[in-house]
């Protein structure tokens, strides 16, 4: 007897079993409802949107520039207004000199150097 390829996972809510191989769902409309099946049920009041690091520091031409930004900004935006208090934005602080980071950080901040605080144009990461 072989190993099972797929193993049945529990379905909160109404539905069938899922196997774990159904395709995700494509998105949610700007007023969060559904616009197709999601796999653990309809969003709710209880949904959260999450807005992590929505920051110039990223939307702008710097070496962490994140190409999509400007695309979903409306978006972001939109949702923001329609839903803001199920909305929660976080903002990355980067570290103010390399060296005040043990370990990895340091290394990635000796990397990143221009986009320490010290050095970045403050614009950049707080408006």
Known sequence: MGIPTAIPLP???????????????????????L??????????????????????????????????MKRVLPVVVEIAERHPERTIFTRFIPAHHPDELPGSWRRYYRHWAELTLERIDKRRWCR
């Open 11 to 33: 379905r909160r809510g109404r539905g069938k079993t899922r196997t774990g191989t159904e395709a995700p769902a494509t998105f949610v409309r700007l007023d969060m409802t």
């Open 35 to 68: 616009s197709s099946p999601l796999p653990f049920g309809p969003l709710d009041r209880r949904t959260a949107h999450l807005c992590i690091d929505m920051q110039n520091l990223f939307a702008d031409d710097t070496p962490w520039h994140t190409p999509w």
